[in-house]
C-alpha cells in the first residue's frame, strides 16, 4: 500500500474511534524511522487499546505487515509500525509528558481536514 494511502486510512481508522487531538507529522528527511509518524490519544486505557486494535485490524484487513506493536498491554503509549507510517497511540495523561510534537518540532504538520469527519 502507498504511504499516503496507509496514512489516510490510519488517520480515518483512530478516527473512527474517536481517538483525540490527531496530529500527523511528514518525517521525510528528519527521520529513518518513518515518512509519517500518527500521533493521537484516548481517554482512558480501554480507548487506547480499542484505538490500536481496530488499527491494527484494519491494517491487517487491507495487506498492511505490522512491524512492531509496543505497549498495547499496559495502553499509555502504544506504538504500532506500519512501514513508513508510525502510529504512536498515548493516553491523554502520557502524552503531555512526552510531547513528541515538541520533540520533533523539524517536521511539519499534514492538514488532515480532508481526511477527518
Known amino acids: 500500500m502507498l504511504e499516503d494511502k496507509m496514512l489516510e486510512l490510519a488517520v480515518k481508522?483512530?478516527?473512527?474511534?474517536?481517538a483525540e487531538n490527531i496530529v500527523a507529522l511528514?518525517?521525510?528527511g528528519i527521520s529513518l524511522i518513518a515518512d509519517y509518524f500518527l500521533i493521537c490519544h484516548g481517554n482512558s486505557e480501554k480507548q487506547v487499546q480499542a484505538i490500536a486494535h481496530e488499527l491494527k485490524k484494519v491494517a491487517q484487513e487491507n495487506g498492511v505487515d505490522i512491524k512492531r506493536l509496543e505497549g498495547y498491554d499496559t495502553a499509555r503509549w502504544v506504538l504500532i509500525d506500519l512501514g513508513n507510517v508510525v502510529v504512536h497511540i498515548f493516553h491523554k495523561?502520557?502524552?503531555?509528558y512526552y510531547n513528541l510534537e515538541k520533540l520533533w518540532g523539524d517536521a511539519s504538520t499534514i492538514e488532515l481536514e480532508g481526511v477527518l469527519r
Open 26 to 28: 511528514n518525517m521525510k
Open 93 to 96: 495523561d502520557e502524552r503531555v
Open 13 to 18: 481508522t483512530v478516527d473512527d474511534k474517536k
